[in-house]
């Protein structure tokens, strides 16, 4: 024991403060990234903003992403979860309750909009930069097509639906909720109220369940 001290006394450790990982300064640039673009538009976003928002270097930026192109592939992979909660662990309800949640069709009036200022961009900006179309296809609706199509796959296994092609079962129910939503700009008008909508959206979903009911 030293003179003044404590023999329990466990001696202070220092170190580095700590670093976070690639994957957190991924998120990072990524969810900053999505709301410049909904807010600037593709155009007039640069990394070099984006980088600054997200509190990293360009360097590390693009330590990451190669391109402004390769970062908006990455926005919209991690949109896609806004759109469809999915993967998803089995659970104890019902199969339209679990559509439901999944497509988060109750979502309040400014998720909804957070949600599909997203989509505007692209519609908006697309004559001048075509590539916006080709990626929210690859990364937004042909991923959760996918993505819906294995949950749907892993209920049929289970023996609660019966559907004989998955993957079309995923395209219609993506038809008829997201078409139902109606587009992303001049929402208000295709629909009376918001109450009007969810009536519509679990009625498409009822009767698909009814298509695949397994009993």
């Not at 109750?106 to 949600?115: L, W």
Request: proline share 3%; hydrophobic share 40%; aromatic share 6%.
């Amino acid at each position: 024991m030293t003179a003044g001290g404590n023999e329990d006394e466990a001696p202070r450790k220092r170190g580095r403060p700590k670093v976070s990982s690639d994957d957190d300064k991924r998120a990072n640039i990524v969810e900053n990234a999505r709301r410049i673009f909904v807010r600037n538009g593709y155009a007039a976003s640069t990394t070099a903003v984006v980088a600054t928002e997200a509190g990293v270097s360009k360097q590390t930026l693009y330590k990451l992403f190669e391109s402004k192109e390769e970062l908006f592939a990455a926005v919209v992979g991690a949109h896609r979860r806004m759109m469809l909660d999915l993967p998803r662990e089995a659970e104890a309800i019902s199969i339209a309750q679990s559509l439901e949640q999944i497509f988060m069709i109750d979502i309040d009036e400014e998720t909804d909009a957070d949600r599909a200022g997203l989509l505007q961009l692209v519609f908006r900006e697309a004559p001048q930069f075509p590539e916006l179309i080709e990626i929210l296809h690859r990364e937004g609706v042909l991923a959760s097509r996918r993505e819906l199509s294995a949950w749907l796959d892993e209920r049929r296994a289970e023996g609660r639906i019966r559907i004989e092609d998955s993957a079309s079962g995923a395209r219609m129910l993506m038809d008829m909720i997201f078409g139902g939503m109606g587009p992303p700009e001049g929402r208000a008008q295709a629909w009376q109220g918001r109450e009007e909508r969810l009536a519509h959206l679990r009625r498409c979903i009822a009767i698909f369940c009814a298509g695949v009911d397994a009993r």
